[in-house]
């Protein structure tokens, strides 16, 4: 498989692997570049050419076969095989909207990271941004995109700015509808609390560089899904 499987199943950063794989991986089913009912390049192979671990793929892989879009084959003549039928695709084209809201949503998320931490936290601050960790890596996959709203307000409201805490509840809601349009993937949301760590970490440590780059990691590999189910 060369030229376009080379374009798209080429190494991806390992700051979102999984998310990022998942993105490739779309990709290369709605490009044609592997057809319906065509199987897929040979894990070992794959994982090669994404520099990924086996681990990581399977992960990717077990997503997209929960959201019917490959399935798994066993014998001699197994592997991964491209759904004979795929699902129905989102109607219309949500590219304008969906870089709008990540764009506007990259400002404002990565500049509160990087504000709050340049604050002098009192206690109940830094008790509250804690307790909104807490809760985020505790949600059941019901509640999870309701916590982890709430841990990003937490972390604007921290940088004392109202109007600021307003413009990020706004891109919020819209980031959450877009979210509802495609599957929660677990190991998505169990990097999403390693990431969360990191940036409230980095907040209460005082280090605003480390705290906006962080964030940066986090929202880059909830685009990459996003991109990847709506484009």
């Known amino acids: 498989m060369t030229g376009a499987g080379d374009a798209v199943f080429r190494p991806v950063r390992a700051g979102n692997a999984f ?5 490739r991986l779309l990709q290369a089913i709605r490009l044609g570049v592997v057809g319906a009912g065509e199987r897929l390049p040979p894990e070992r192979e794959l994982a090669e050419r994404l520099g990924i671990s086996r681990v990581t793929l399977r992960e990717a892989l077990r997503a ?15 592997g991964t095989f491209v759904m004979a039928t795929l699902p129905e695709p989102v109607t219309g084209d949500r590219r304008p909207e969906l870089e709008d809201t990540l764009s506007l949503r990259y400002v404002l998320e990565t500049g509160a990271a990087e504000l709050a931490a340049g604050q002098a936290l009192k206690p109940a601050a830094r008790e509250h941004l ?14 999870y995109r309701t916590r982890d709203s709430r841990l990003h307000l937490a972390i604007a409201e921290v940088t004392g700015s109202a109007s600021l805490t307003s413009a990020v509840a706004d891109v ?23 990431q969360h760590e990191a940036v409230v970490n980095a907040i209460l440590t005082g280090n605003a560089q480390a705290a906006r780059q962080a964030m940066a990691e ?14």
Do not use: C, K, Q
């Open 19 to 23: 998310e990022e794989t998942v993105e």
């Open 64 to 78: 997209l076969a929960d959201a019917h879009y490959v399935e798994s084959r066993r014998g001699r003549y197994g």
């Open 172 to 194: 919020r809601m819209r980031v959450n509808r877009l979210l509802d349009e495609i599957p929660l993937l677990e190991p998505n949301l169990d990097h999403s609390n390693t």
């Open 218 to 231: 986090h929202l880059d590999g909830t685009a990459s899904l996003l991109r990847a189910f709506l484009t």
């Open 130 to 143: 804690t307790a909104t960790l807490a809760d985020a890596s505790a949600a059941s996959l019901g509640d």
